[in-house]
Nanobody, 128 residues
Framework: QVQLVESGGGLVQAGGSLRLSCATS????????MAWFRQAPGKEREFVAV????????RYADSVKGRFTISRDNAKNTVYLQMNVLKPEDTAVYYC?????????????????????WGQGTQVTVSS
């Protein structure tokens, strides 16, 4: 069992930055691929970024590529999402997810259905 707790959300002006954190408890954090998803009102949960167990291989949604950076610290059992040049369309509740699904180095877990554990979410609001 893994418990996930997100933090770092808030209100920021367009062009600003935020850093989200997802602290985990439970065993074997390094065994999980970790990801960030987001959900805006009236929309489905969408993939933002994933980082493989090694912490080296990552993938991003096209909408955030070049602006967001996902990272993890396996010693601290924490995954981060650095968000720069924020836009109003980035406004959403951001969720951290953990999955044991692993089909090799070139497979990226971008489907929310593949995730076993979720945090409660943190609100990010970007004003124009």
């Amino acid at each position: 069992q893994v418990q996930l707790v997100e933090s770092g959300g808030g209100l920021v002006q367009a062009g600003g930055s935020l850093r989200l954190s997802c602290a985990t408890s439970g065993r074997a954090f390094s065994s999980y691929a970790m990801a960030w998803f987001r959900q805006a009102p009236g929309k489905e949960r969408e993939f933002v970024a994933v980082i493989k167990r090694s912490g080296i291989i990552t993938r991003y949604a096209d909408s955030v590529k070049g602006r967001f950076t996902i990272s993890r610290d396996n010693a601290k059992n924490t995954v981060y999402l650095q968000m720069n040049v924020l836009k109003p369309e980035d406004t959403a509740v951001y969720y951290c997810g953990a999955t044991l699904v692993d089909r090799g180095s070139y497979y990226f877990q971008t489907d929310a259905k593949e995730y076993n554990y979720w945090g409660q979410g943190t609100q990010v609001t970007v004003s124009s």
